[in-house]
């Protein structure tokens, strides 16, 4: 069982930074690969980037070159850093979990879920 709380979502600018954190419970987090998904309002989840134990790593192409994924297995963390930030990032951002070795851009594919934080940016 793995709980997940992601932080860091807040109002910004565009071109502006801004990190996200998922934070972990559960021992065996190192062996989980996890996802962040964005939701923006009236429009489905969509897949921005998974990272697996061993740091193989997939983006989806709109956050391509901007947004970089990291993970600190010792704090049970993953990171998502958000540069150059655009109007259209604006979204409830999740992370998300599973137990594989297998990276995945398929929502249904993950089992465990945070609540998600907000980011908004605005132009």
């Known amino acids: 069982q793995v709980q997940l709380v992601e932080s860091g979502g807040g109002l910004v600018q565009a071109g502006d930074s801004l990190r996200l954190y998922c934070a972990a419970s559960g021992r065996t987090f190192s062996s989980y690969a996890v996802a962040w998904f964005r939701q923006a309002p009236g429009k489905e989840r969509e897949f921005v980037v998974a990272?697996?134990?061993?740091?193989?790593?997939t983006y989806a192409d709109p956050v391509k070159g901007r947004f970089t994924i990291s993970r600190d297995n010792a704090k049970s963390t993953v990171y998502l850093q958000m540069d150059n930030v655009k109007p259209q990032d604006t979204a409830v951002y999740y992370c998300?979990?599973?137990?594989?070795?297998?990276?995945?851009?398929?929502?249904?594919?993950?089992?465990?879920w945070g609540q998600g934080t907000q980011v908004i940016v605005s132009s």
């Open positions: 998300a979990a599973r137990r594989t070795i297998v990276l995945s851009r398929r929502a249904p594919d993950y089992d465990y």
């Open positions: 990272i697996t134990w061993n740091d193989a790593i």
